[in-house]
């Protein structure tokens, strides 16, 4: 679909590269990514590995960031209703490991997680200066009465998801949602956003539209708009 780069998935629980092959040999998943002759915009890593086992699991992740030249490692933040002192201790601590690495560490913004609050991302990135936040707007949208107002977050974001959603519904066919586009650019661009715009579009259960084709209309739509 010639997109410049891609966000790579680094799921434990997915069917393909898993933050455990990483841990286990990074100089290997280097040379096969080396392989496949692309260029990464960031991964995105999501596992079970409890804190103490997810330090040298992280420590790994950025290695193979710097050694495939992506910039930026994005994880989940702590679940809804976790101390937020406590999660930045606990972000600062990973903060420092990717920072040793060279690449940039980002927590998600994600309706299950403490950053399903703006203002809660927003202070967890002023406790913590080196790090900055993934924007998935959709979940600002989905579930809410009214869309949540995130425009204190721009400042910190430092990468982006987007689909088109619903109150109702994560993912819907463009056009069909009501996420705004042209007010998530125009927050970008007033803080000088130069990073990746990531279309993250699954296909999956109950999905009943050709999703290849929603990704081009999300691509050529961005591209229209920057």
Same mark, same amino acid.
């Given at each position: ?78 679940? !809804?209703?976790?101390? %937020? ?6 972000? +600062? ?6 920072? @040793?690495? *060279? =690449? ?79 007010? !998530?650019?125009?927050? %970008? ?6 990073? +990746? ?6 296909? @999956?259960? *109950? =999905? ?19």
């Amino acid at each position: 679909m010639r997109f410049q780069k891609v966000d790579l998935a680094l799921h434990e629980a997915g069917n393909h590269l898993k933050p455990s092959d990483v841990k286990a040999d990074v100089t290997r998943v280097a040379a096969i990514l080396k392989k496949a002759n692309l260029s990464y915009a960031a991964f995105h890593v999501e596992t079970d590995a409890t804190d103490e086992a997810f330090h040298e699991t992280l420590k790994a992740v950025c290695r193979l960031g710097r050694l495939v030249a992506c910039p930026l490692v994005n994880i989940p933040a702590a679940a !809804i209703g976790s101390d %937020l002192a406590a999660e930045a201790k606990r972000l +600062a601590q990973f903060t420092r490991i990717a920072k @040793g690495e *060279g =690449v940039m560490l980002t927590v998600e913004t994600h309706c299950q997680a403490v950053t399903a609050d703006p203002k809660a991302a927003a202070e967890l990135c002023r406790q913590v200066p080196d790090l900055g936040l993934t924007l998935d707007p959709s979940h600002y949208l989905v579930g809410q009465p009214s869309e949540l107002d995130y425009d204190l977050l721009f400042p910190f974001v430092r990468h982006v998801r987007l689909r088109d959603s619903a109150p109702s519904q994560m993912q819907v066919k463009i056009g069909q949602g009501q996420l705004e586009y042209a007010k !998530i650019i125009t927050g %970008l661009e007033r803080q000088n956003y130069h990073r +990746a715009l990531c279309v993250d579009m699954r296909d @999956g259960p *109950g =999905v009943d539209y050709p999703v290849d084709a929603e990704v081009r209309k999300l691509k050529y739509l961005l591209e229209s708009m920057v």
